[in-house]
Structure formats: C-alpha cells, structure tokens
C-alpha cells in the first residue's frame, strides 16, 4: 500500500460515514414529522372532544333547567299530590321527591361553574326547608291537601321567597356565554 492508496481509503471511509450520519438525520428528520403529523391528528382529535365538552355542558345546563322546575314546588305538588295523605306523609312525599330529582341529576355538576351548581343545591334545600317549616307549623292531624294549601299560599303571598326563577335565569344566562 502507498501513501496515495492510504488517503483514498481514509477518504472513503470519511465519506462513508459522512453518508451515513446524513442518512441517519434524513430518517430521524422523517420520525420527527410522523411524530408532529400525530400529534396533530391528535390535537384535530381533541379540537373535536371541545365541541363534544361544550354539547355536554349545555346539555347539563338544560338538564338542570328542566331540574329546577321539577322541583319548583308548586310543581312537585302538582306531580305528587295524594289527596288521601295525611301532612306527614305528604311531607315525607315533597321531600322524598325533591331529593330524588336532586340525585338524579347530581352528575351535571361535573359540566357546570361551581356558581351555577351552588345555585341548583340551595334551590333543593330552600325547597326542602319550606316544606319541613310548613309543615312543622300544622297540626298533627292536618291532612296532606292542608300542607300543599298552606305551601301554595306562603308561596303566592311571597313570589320572592322561591329562588327557582332566578336559578333558572342564571343557568340560562351561563349556557348562552357558551353558545
């Protein structure tokens, strides 16, 4: 071997792997934008879940809307009426009514603000209270059409004295921002 066929050798093997680190940052390149292609299909994929979170939350506000005139209490009255039941039971009926219309849609409060649940559940415990006042006030003989008579009155006499309106207003107000 001469001192020329030496230099011809390096030089090959210099070339070699100057071909081989650009191969090598050619294919890593090519990772990286599969990699970036991904993570935007993702990020398309996730722009379509907001819709989907925003269907969900004005679906919740919906859902509570119709909740908060359940449990308005000239309503639930109207819904449960027994006209055989003493105060008591009649109590125990409002309540029992109330509440289960609560849990039932005790899950909604995942898609609403704090303000908007904090509001629905002082609802039911207004309404709950009422009841349990008025009801507290009749005799113990008192029949179940004298307790929604007296609920009905206190509440026409009082228009302000139950939240429902203005709970369903504000549910109302928070699910158009979202629109």
Same mark, same amino acid.
């Given at each position: 071997m001469t001192i020329g066929t030496t230099e011809f050798?390096? *030089?090959?093997?210099?070339?070699? %792997? !100057?071909?081989?680190?650009l191969a090598y940052l050619i294919w890593k390149q090519r990772q990286e934008l599969k990699k970036g292609e991904k993570k935007d299909q993702q990020a398309e994929a996730a722009s379509g879940t907001g819709i989907s979170t925003?269907?969900?939350q004005l679906? *919740?506000?919906e859902r509570l809307? %119709? !909740?908060?005139?359940?449990?308005?209490?000239?309503?639930?009255?109207?819904?449960v009426n027994q006209p055989d039941f003493t105060a008591r039971e009649m109590q125990s009926?409002?309540?029992?009514s109330i509440r289960?219309?609560?849990e039932h849609n005790i899950t909604q409060q995942i898609y609403v603000s704090a303000e908007a649940w904090d509001a629905v559940r002082?609802?039911?415990?207004?309404?709950?209270?009422?009841?349990?006042?008025?009801?507290?006030?009749l005799p113990g003989e008192a029949s179940g059409m004298e307790l929604n008579k007296s609920l009905l009155e206190l509440l026409m006499q009082n228009p302000?004295?139950?939240?429902?309106?203005?709970v369903s207003e504000a549910l109302a107000y928070e699910a158009k921002k979202l629109m």
């Open positions: 050798t390096i *030089a090959i093997i210099i070339a070699l %792997l !100057l071909a081989g680190a925003r269907q969900l679906q *919740a506000y809307i %119709l !909740l908060t005139d359940r449990i308005a209490l000239p309503n639930v009255i109207s819904r009926l409002l309540t029992h289960q219309e609560f002082n609802l039911k415990e207004q309404n709950l209270l009422i009841v349990n006042q008025v009801a507290s006030f302000k004295a139950s939240l429902q309106n203005v």
